[in-house]
């Protein structure tokens, strides 16, 4: 079975400061990864997807970028992190199929 | 104008009862649509999907689609405290080919008193 995994599961960073966030995936190959942000009572937001290692979409002009290094592996990156950025990020995983989509547990970031 | 839009809540509803949650979409051509849970502090959680027109049923959860009138929704029958949780509504983009882009409503939260 898929599992996804999500590291570290909390973090509270200075604003200025660098991010890195990763998104791991066991149990399928080549699937299409997510990043999304969840504001405090907001909804669900794109941030990036990959369909490939080294090919990432952006869905909206922000603070941050990411990486696909792996097949497996999906890295998300800030230089100077904002108080904007603080917020729930999710990756999630989905097949090739219908879109369904697998959320990891998720990181809470607060930038102080 | 939302592209996914859910009534936020909360919706109360006594343990045992039927729950009914509501979720419109602005986009005809949505092919597929999904109901995620998510417990506050968690991470959502996939509990139904639904592609054609009519009633998908798991458990206790059924799924019901119109698209013709743009909706879909959630029905949990015999209500549980721990079915309270925020449930979120997700709908396909039908425009973004490969990378199978989901939009996500605001969620509607449920709360189920014992």
Redesign the interface.
């Known amino acids: 079975s898929q599992t996804i995994h999500q590291w570290p599961a909390t973090l509270v960073q200075p604003v200025g400061s660098p991010l890195s966030l990763e998104c791991t995936v066991e149990g399928t190959s080549n699937p299409?990864l997510y990043w999304y942000r969840q504001a405090a009572g907001?909804?669900?937001q794109?941030l990036f997807?990959s369909?490939g290692i080294g090919q990432i979409?952006s869905e909206v002009p922000q603070n941050l970028s990411a990486s696909r290094p792996q097949d497996r592996q999906f890295i998300l990156s800030s230089k100077k992190l904002l108080l904007s950025d603080s917020g729930?990020y999710?990756c999630a995983w989905?097949g090739?199929g219908?879109?369904?989509?697998?959320?990891?547990?998720?990181t809470?970031l607060l930038v102080l | 104008q939302k592209e996914v839009e859910q009534n936020s809540g909360p919706l109360s509803v006594p343990e045992g009862a039927i729950a009914s949650l509501n979720c419109t979409y602005s986009d005809r051509g949505s092919q597929?649509f999904?109901w995620?849970r998510q417990y506050s502090?968690?991470?959502?959680?996939?509990i139904m999907?639904i592609?054609s027109n009519g009633d998908k049923e798991d458990g206790r959860f059924t799924a019901q689609l119109n698209k013709a009138s743009q909706y879909v929704s959630l029905l949990i029958r015999d209500s549980q405290p721990s079915d309270s949780a925020t449930y979120?509504c997700?709908v396909?983009d039908p425009r973004?080919g490969?990378?199978?882009?989901?939009t996500?409503?605001?969620?509607t939260k449920l709360q189920v008193i014992p």
């Open positions: 299409n907001r909804g669900l794109l997807y369909v979409s729930f999710l989905g090739r219908p879109e369904t989509q697998y959320f990891g547990p998720g809470r | 597929s999904f995620y502090g968690k991470s959502p959680e996939l999907f592609y979120l997700a396909n973004s490969g990378y199978q882009k989901v996500f409503g605001t969620g």
